[in-house]
């Protein structure tokens, strides 16, 4: 099979991490028998030096023409004062809107020989950590109307946060659905307590749940889910959330693994995936041959995974990660004493050679 | 001197923690020789059992004509199906409200009698935890227009996060001036990537730091705040927040110091400050002198000194707690191997012995 990719290199670390990833996809290629076509294109800061602009029509188009997007990281200090719609962020958020990806899959997980780098006690990992958080995408506070106005107390600035049935609908089902590969439990998160917005999702939820009697649904509090992500993150197998809470406590479930250099997502939802690290660009280390290329190899995999259908292969990269970790191997950023501490390319090469 | 404090049981264990608080407070009376008023008043669900309403026109008249306010907990799961404007939370959000309390603060300190409950590994941690989270507690998406509404997606439900720059100059110079009196540094968290209220939050914490040269400020985003109190809280001093973000952040710093049960709260604002744990009304334990009477004490405390100005009275309360726990003396929520357990009413006993 022919499988077109379109490869976003961005900023920072990024085009390095990405290097080793279609180094990794090509030999998957061989071995398997695929043909990869990779189409690059830029977005994030680089665009904005060299087009003006975040995300140019023309990445847009690279995109929406391939079969799924490979993205390293954009964004950087750089770019940091130019005004909201200028920044490398934009196209981030331009590309979730534009490709309709509205759910945003990110698998926080504890690899087992990287206990050692976990931030949280041993008592409280017991034998591992795997919590699946579902992140809407495209709606909330994002995307609502934002502005500034006039008020009573002065200028202000505000932000909609806003969920239509539909847009909960669709996030629950996919939550559920995931659930039902894994340990069936989804935490639904909200603040339905305060908010109009969440009393809404917990509705929907609820009746979604009901086409899936064999999953067990619990509903939490945002403020208690960042508690208890920390006191007893075992309790969790799949989170759903909207798109501001799920980015927060996204973030927090990939720390408390420790293995945040590890950790791939996906964003699904219309016919084209994006699949990026969880990690950031990075600058201060950039080009420097010191970034973990595995957080993006590993995203490569649930590309094949999720958008190719190719569970074998996704596998044997997920395989070779470990294999490679098992022998010791290590980037800077998960180094523990004792292990053999390499770059970003030997990394790429040593998995590529366990393949 | 005289002070008139309003006292709001609540729900759940609130009644128990609030009584062995009063106790406290009638031992400092007389070691002092101050005369401390209390007057009983109904809020939560409590007030929904008995008036109907969970803040009755009575209490909020209590209230204001008092010094200060000492709250124990509200809310429990047998109000959780009333609709939104009727549950017992709306009892703190009018009583925040009415009474002006529009700066939270919430130490997360971590007692070093309790390290080993600590649920981050002792490397993180090292000699202890001090952190102030300032929350702004009138404003953003917890007060701002919220409803339901059709849009080109069906049934929606909306909440706007609104933030003035008079709301935000004045959180702000609270932080400052709180920061002037700790470590001198100040971490405002917004989402000022995607937000446009947290753009304005952004631009007038820079304006009013200009009259703290002393303190050095540092923004984060909202995200990044939530990986980074995992991954090195000891960064922090004084945190500055949205009433929203506020209340994820708080919570979480509370759980890393792994003392929960021992932390106090005040909000202050107007003329009349409100003190209550940082815990909720813990339903499950209510009545069987099992909870933690502790973090009501030491917001009794903060009362004293936020509210009265008595600070040696208030560290003398603050001493006392931490001699009991230097006792060993424990109640269950924080037993660790080799301490005596003892109940609510034993624990209230021997902080006022220890006074
Ligand atoms: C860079 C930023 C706009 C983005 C977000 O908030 O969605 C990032 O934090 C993420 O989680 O992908
Ligand atoms: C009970 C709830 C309304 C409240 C809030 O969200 O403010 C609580 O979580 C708190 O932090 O005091």
Redesign the pocket.
Known sequence: MKYNIAVIPGDGIGPEVVRETILVLEKIGELYRHKFNFTEALAGGCAIDACGEPLPEKTLKVCKSSDAVLLGA??GEKWDSLPGNKRP?QA??GLRKSLGLYA?LRPAILFEQLKDACPLKSEIIGDGLDICVVRE?TGGI?FGEKGQKNTNFGKSGYDVEIYSEEEVRRIAKDAFEIAMKRDKKVTSVDKANILESSRLWRRVVKEVAVDYPEVTLNHMYVDNAAMQLIRNPKQFDVIVTT?MFG?IL??EASMITGSIGMLPSASLGGNIGMYEPVH?SAPDIAGKDLANPIATILSAAMMLRYSFDLEKEAYSIEKAVKKVLDQNYRTRDIASEGAEVIGTKEMGRLIREAL
Chains 1, 2 share one sequence.
């Open positions: 954009v964004g962020e981030l958020l945003n995408l994002y798109n980015d996204s973030d950031g």
